[in-house]
C-alpha cells in the first residue's frame, strides 16, 4: 500500500492509543461495576467509604444524659418527653469540647412548630393543644411562663 | 432368573437410594430460611416507613436533616421537607412547603407562591394532613441510568449515593428523578440527595430525621429482616407508596397515603 493510506491509519491509531492512555491515569483504580450490576452499580467504589466516614452531629438524648441528668430526669418525666435535647439546643457535636455552649432556639416560632393550632382531623397536630400566638402574651417568649423541660409546671 | 433389565433398574433405584440423605426428606422452614439470611450481614434492605397520620408538620426533621447533612440552612434546598394538603369541600386541592417545612407550618394561612397566600376557613376543609417526603432510594432509579458518567450509583444494601467528586453537575438526575427529591448543593455544585444517612445507618443509628421526630412519624427498617417491626408493618398492613405506575419500586412506604399526594 502507499504512503497515503499508511499516514492517516497511523493518525488514528496515535488518537485512540492517548484516548486509552488518558483514560488509565484519569479513572480511578477503584472505578468498578459493584454489587448492582452494570446499570446500577458502575462507580468509584471508594465513594461509598466515604459516605460512611460523614461526621455524625446529632448525637442523642443518651449523649446528654450522663453530664446534665437533672435536665434529662425533668423532661423525661414531661409531657416533652419525646423531644429529643437537640431539637432545641441544637447538634450536640464536639460538644463541651470545641464548643462549650450551644445556642438555644427560646424562639415563639420554634414552639408554634407544634402549638399553632391546625385543627387537622387526620393528622396528630389536632391532638396537641394550641394557642393564637397573636392573643396569647404576643410580646414575651414562652419560656418567660412556661418551662420547655416542663410545660405546665407551676401554673394554674 | 434375573434379567440385565431387571438387575440394571434395581441397582439405579438403590443406588439413587442410598445417595439420597435424610435431609432431602426435611421439609424447609421458611421461616428459618429467612433467619438465615437475615443473619448474613450482607443482607440488608433499607427501606423507610413514613405515617402520615403522627406527622403533625413541626419540621424539626426537615431541621436536623440539613444540619447533620450540611446542607446550607437559609438556601431553599432540602434533602427532606414536609407538604401539607388541604382538600376543600369544593373539591380544590391546596399543598404547600414553605422552606420544605424548616420552620414547620406556624400558620393557617397556605403559601400558593409568588407571595401569594390563602386561608381556608376551618368549616371548608374537607381533609388536611401533612406528608414528609425523602429519596425513596427506589429498586429500579431513572436517577442512576442516565447519569452519563457513573457519578450516581446504588449500593448493594439498596441506598443510592451520588460521588461528589465523580459528579459533572450536568443535571440529567435532578430531571430524572420523578419525585424531585434531587437539587443542586450550592456550595459543591454537584447533585445532592437524601442517602438515609448512610453515615449513621451505617453505625447502628437512626437517620436524623427519625432520631429528631418527636411523634414516631418516621421510621426505618430492614425489609430483609422479617422480625424487623417496620418490615412487618410493610408486610401486614396496607401501606401505600408514591407513583407506583413509574415502575421505580420505590421504598418508602406510607401509611395513610391519599390519592391527592403526588
Same mark, same amino acid.
Request: hydrophobic content about 35%.
Given at each position: 500500500?502507499?504512503?497515503?493510506v499508511y499516514r492517516?491509519?497511523?493518525v488514528?491509531i496515535a488518537?485512540?492509543?492517548?484516548?486509552? &492512555? +488518558?483514560r488509565?491515569?484519569? !479513572?480511578?483504580?477503584?472505578? $468498578? *461495576?459493584?454489587?448492582?450490576?452494570?446499570?446500577?452499580?458502575?462507580?468509584?467504589?471508594?465513594?461509598?467509604?466515604?459516605?460512611?466516614?460523614?461526621k455524625?452531629?446529632?448525637?442523642?438524648r443518651?449523649y446528654?444524659?450522663?453530664?446534665h441528668?437533672?435536665?434529662?430526669t425533668?423532661?423525661?418525666?414531661?409531657?416533652?418527653?419525646?423531644i429529643?435535647?437537640?431539637?432545641?439546643?441544637?447538634? &450536640? +457535636?464536639?460538644?463541651?469540647? !470545641?464548643?462549650?455552649a450551644? $445556642? *438555644?432556639?427560646?424562639s415563639?416560632a420554634h414552639c408554634?412548630?407544634?402549638?399553632?393550632?391546625?385543627?387537622?382531623?387526620s393528622?396528630g397536630?389536632?391532638?396537641?393543644?394550641g394557642i393564637d400566638p397573636?392573643e396569647?402574651?404576643?410580646?414575651?417568649?414562652?419560656?418567660e411562663?412556661?418551662?420547655?423541660?416542663?410545660?405546665?409546671?407551676g401554673?394554674? | 432368573?434375573?434379567?440385565?433389565?431387571?438387575f440394571l433398574k434395581?441397582?439405579?433405584?438403590g443406588?439413587?437410594?442410598?445417595?439420597?440423605p435424610?435431609?432431602?426428606?426435611d421439609?424447609i422452614?421458611?421461616?428459618?430460611?429467612?433467619?438465615?439470611?437475615?443473619?448474613?450481614?450482607s443482607k440488608v434492605?433499607?427501606?423507610?416507613?413514613?405515617?402520615t397520620?403522627k406527622?403533625?408538620g413541626?419540621?424539626?426533621?426537615v431541621?436536623a436533616?440539613?444540619e447533620?447533612n450540611e446542607?446550607?440552612?437559609d438556601?431553599?434546598?432540602t434533602?427532606?421537607?414536609?407538604e401539607?394538603?388541604?382538600?376543600?369541600k369544593?373539591g380544590?386541592?391546596?399543598a404547600?412547603?414553605?422552606k420544605?417545612?424548616?420552620?414547620?407550618?406556624?400558620?393557617?394561612?397556605?403559601?400558593?407562591?409568588l407571595?401569594?397566600?390563602?386561608?381556608v376557613?376551618?368549616?371548608d376543609?374537607?381533609?388536611?394532613?401533612?406528608?414528609?417526603?425523602?429519596c425513596?432510594?427506589?429498586?429500579?432509579?431513572?436517577c442512576?441510568?442516565?447519569?452519563?458518567?457513573?457519578?450516581?450509583?446504588?449500593t448493594a444494601?439498596?441506598?443510592?449515593h451520588i460521588?461528589?467528586?465523580?459528579?459533572?453537575g450536568?443535571?440529567?438526575?435532578?430531571m430524572?428523578?420523578p419525585?424531585?427529591?434531587?437539587f443542586?448543593?450550592p456550595?459543591?455544585?454537584t447533585a445532592?440527595?437524601c442517602?438515609?444517612?448512610y453515615?449513621?445507618?451505617?453505625?447502628?443509628l437512626?437517620p436524623?430525621?427519625?432520631?429528631?421526630c418527636?411523634?414516631g412519624?418516621?421510621?426505618?427498617g430492614n425489609?430483609?429482616?422479617p422480625g424487623?417491626?417496620?418490615?412487618?408493618?410493610?408486610m401486614?398492613?396496607?401501606?401505600?407508596i408514591l407513583?407506583?405506575?413509574?415502575?421505580?419500586k420505590?421504598?418508602?412506604?406510607?401509611?395513610?397515603?391519599?390519592?391527592?399526594?403526588?
Amino acid at each position: 500500500m502507499k504512503n497515503h493510506v499508511y499516514r492517516p491509519l497511523l493518525v488514528v491509531i496515535a488518537v485512540v492509543v492517548l484516548i486509552l &492512555a +488518558v483514560r488509565a491515569i484519569y !479513572v480511578p483504580d477503584d472505578f $468498578a *461495576i459493584g454489587d448492582r450490576g452494570y446499570m446500577y452499580g458502575w462507580h468509584r467504589q471508594g465513594n461509598e467509604v466515604d459516605w460512611k466516614n460523614v461526621k455524625v452531629k446529632y448525637l442523642g438524648r443518651e449523649y446528654c444524659q450522663d453530664c446534665h441528668t437533672d435536665r434529662y430526669t425533668s423532661i423525661m418525666a414531661s409531657a416533652h418527653q419525646d423531644i429529643e435535647c437537640e431539637n432545641c439546643h441544637g447538634p &450536640a +457535636v464536639d460538644h463541651p469540647d !470545641v464548643r462549650p455552649a450551644l $445556642a *438555644i432556639d427560646k424562639s415563639r416560632a420554634h414552639c408554634l412548630r407544634c402549638h399553632f393550632p391546625l385543627p387537622y382531623a387526620s393528622s396528630g397536630r389536632s391532638k396537641i393543644p394550641g394557642i393564637d400566638p397573636d392573643e396569647h402574651n404576643p410580646d414575651i417568649a414562652c419560656a418567660e411562663c412556661h418551662n420547655p423541660h416542663d410545660p405546665m409546671e407551676g401554673l394554674k | 432368573m434375573i434379567t440385565r433389565r431387571k438387575f440394571l433398574k434395581s441397582t439405579a433405584l438403590g443406588v439413587t437410594g442410598m445417595a439420597l440423605p435424610l435431609a432431602a426428606f426435611d421439609f424447609i422452614d421458611p421461616r428459618k430460611l429467612m433467619a438465615l439470611e437475615a443473619a448474613d450481614a450482607s443482607k440488608v434492605r433499607w427501606v423507610f416507613l413514613v405515617d402520615t397520620y403522627k406527622c403533625v408538620g413541626c419540621g424539626l426533621c426537615v431541621k436536623a436533616c440539613k444540619e447533620e447533612n450540611e446542607i446550607p440552612y437559609d438556601a431553599n434546598v432540602t434533602r427532606t421537607w414536609v407538604e401539607r394538603y388541604v382538600l376543600t369541600k369544593n373539591g380544590e386541592v391546596l399543598a404547600d412547603t414553605p422552606k420544605g417545612a424548616r420552620d414547620g407550618f406556624t400558620t393557617a394561612k397556605i403559601d400558593l407562591g409568588l407571595g401569594k397566600y390563602r386561608e381556608v376557613k376551618q368549616e371548608d376543609i374537607e381533609k388536611a394532613f401533612f406528608v414528609p417526603k425523602l429519596c425513596n432510594q427506589c429498586e429500579n432509579p431513572p436517577c442512576v441510568q442516565v447519569c452519563p458518567v457513573g457519578a450516581t450509583y446504588a449500593t448493594a444494601d439498596g441506598v443510592v449515593h451520588i460521588d461528589r467528586k465523580w459528579c459533572i453537575g450536568c443535571g440529567y438526575c435532578i430531571m430524572g428523578c420523578p419525585y424531585g427529591v434531587r437539587f443542586f448543593h450550592p456550595v459543591h455544585r454537584t447533585a445532592e440527595k437524601c442517602n438515609f444517612c448512610y453515615h449513621r445507618i451505617t453505625k447502628g443509628l437512626k437517620p436524623a430525621c427519625v432520631d429528631a421526630c418527636p411523634f414516631g412519624a418516621r421510621r426505618i427498617g430492614n425489609i430483609k429482616d422479617p422480625g424487623d417491626p417496620v418490615t412487618r408493618i410493610i408486610m401486614t398492613e396496607r401501606v401505600g407508596i408514591l407513583k407506583e405506575e413509574y415502575g421505580t419500586k420505590p421504598q418508602v412506604f406510607y401509611i395513610g397515603l391519599s390519592r391527592e399526594v403526588k
